[in-house]
Each structure stands twice: as structure tokens, then as C-alpha cells.
């Protein structure tokens, strides 16, 4: 038993779609599948092999696991993991969790999300990206009229048992598969990596300069050969006055 799914984008966004018995061709590609195994249990929880925010790991363990479900939208993880990402925003933010609802939150001057971090979860094969838009909210509060970004993590004790969580917003930029048969979860990313056209751009700004810099020193010789030869080819003219010219002529 096999079975598909494709969340929309946005409300607007049509392209939903579950499959029932296979999975849509049209959604994988050329990208081909990751596949990952099942670990044991009820739902579909996915071995982690770590968890790295901004370049840093913030957890690795070998009974780390995480639950793909489609029955939360926000991503959810424990209080030890998320200890660092609050450590790394509370740098240069002035942030806190609410005392009436566990959001944490943080007093911005705007609404830039280059303060925030993606957050790349390594399962077994395959790299989840969560990306700042996907859970960071701008919301202003109105008891101090101050703008600030709620993170939407669902932070829960250590000692919980239901575990990580990636829900449906991060969900819906992947296509999953999931096989009943073997116990598996596949995992067709429906875009590009973060970062992954920056670096295309950086490659692309030293390349060009050097390659327009070796056109112009080819053109430069080229050029130098052609009006080279064409000065060496070039016919004689010898000048004479007009009486010279004149003495030739009635001589002859």
C-alpha cells in the first residue's frame, strides 16, 4: 500500500493532491526519491542524525528521532535542541517565552529575516530545511506597540514522550511518499536548497570578471597580429616632387 501526498503552498494554491496505490510521476522528476526507513512505532518517526542551526550542531545522537505528521503545522522539537537557537537569538535580540503561551518571541526594529537561521534536520539520507519564513511571525504587541517575531517552534520538556515533530509547514515544500509495505517515507524536495542560488551568484561573480578579463587580453593580441600584418603587407609609396615627376615624364 503506497500513498502520496502534495500540501498546497498557499490558500490560493492548487496543486494539493493525495494519491492512493502510487505516487504522481509528474511531482518526483529527474529529482528522485530519498527514501527513508521507519523506526518502530505507531507513526511515521524518521531517525535524526543531527540537527544543525546556522552552521552549528545542536544535537547528535544516535536515538535521536523526529515524526513526519500531517496533523500539526508548526515544527516541534525538544527543549535541549532549541536551548541553542535560543542562545544564538539572544545575542543580538532581546527575546523571551511568553508566560501565558509558550511562544518565544523577540523585540525587532523590522521585519528583516536575515536574523534568523535556517534550521537543516539530517535524517538518514535525506536534509529537511526549515527556512526563517517558515517560523517566524511579525506580529505587533499591543500592550507595548513594539513590533516583534514570534517563533513558531513548539518547544516541549525533554522527558516528553511524543517527541519531535515536523508538521505541515515545513511539509509542504517536500512531496512525501509513504510505502506501507517497507516502512518508508520518500522525500522529493519541490525546490531548491537555501543558499543554493547565492552560491551560483558568488561562483558566477568571480568567474565572469576573469573570463570578460581573458576575452579582452585574446582580443588585444588578436588584434595586434591583424594590424601587424597588415602593416607588413602593405605596398610601398615612394614620394617625389613634381619637377621629378615632371623630368620623368619628358624623358620618357
Known amino acids: 500500500m503506497v500513498f502520496a501526498i502534495r500540501f498546497s503552498k498557499t490558500k490560493d494554491d492548487r496543486t494539493a493532491k493525495i494519491t492512493f496505490g502510487d505516487y504522481d510521476r509528474g511531482f518526483v522528476g529527474n529529482k528522485g526519491i530519498l527514501w527513508e526507513k521507519k523506526i518502530e512505532g505507531n507513526r511515521w518517526n524518521m531517525s535524526v542524525a543531527k540537527m544543525v542551526y546556522d552552521g552549528k550542531v545542536i544535537e547528535r545522537s544516535k536515538s535521536s528521532w523526529i515524526a513526519v505528521t500531517t496533523g500539526e503545522n508548526r515544527l516541534r522539537i525538544y527543549r535541549r535542541m532549541f536551548l541553542h537557537i535560543e542562545k544564538e537569538l539572544k545575542k543580538n535580540l532581546k527575546c523571551r517565552f511568553k508566560t501565558e503561551d509558550p511562544i518565544f518571541y523577540c523585540e525587532v526594529p523590522d521585519r528583516s529575516l536575515s536574523r534568523f537561521k535556517v534550521l537543516e534536520i539530517h535524517l538518514t539520507k535525506t536534509v529537511i530545511y526549515v527556512e526563517p519564513h517558515e517560523y517566524v511571525e511579525f506580529v505587533m504587541n499591543p500592550r507595548t506597540n513594539k513590533l516583534q517575531a514570534e517563533i513558531q517552534i513548539e518547544v ?97
Not at 558568488?202 to 600584418?229: C, E, N, Q
Request: glycine share 8%; net charge negative; charged share 15%.
Open 156 to 252: 516541549i520538556r525533554d522527558d516528553l514522550p511524543e517527541g519531535s515533530a515536523i508538521g505541515i509547514t515545513t511539509l509542504r515544500h517536500y512531496y512525501t511518499i509513504y510505502n506501507l509495505e517497507t516502512n518508508e517515507v520518500g522525500f522529493v524536495p519541490l525546490k531548491d536548497p537555501p543558499g543554493s542560488h547565492s552560491k551560483l551568484g558568488v561562483v558566477l561573480g568571480i568567474l565572469l570578471p576573469t573570463l570578460v578579463f581573458v576575452l579582452a587580453l585574446v582580443g588585444y593580441f588578436v588584434y595586434r597580429k591583424v594590424v601587424h600584418s597588415a602593416f607588413l603587407e602593405k605596398p610601398t609609396t615612394t614620394i617625389i616632387n613634381s619637377n621629378e615627376a615632371l623630368l620623368a615624364a619628358t624623358t620618357f
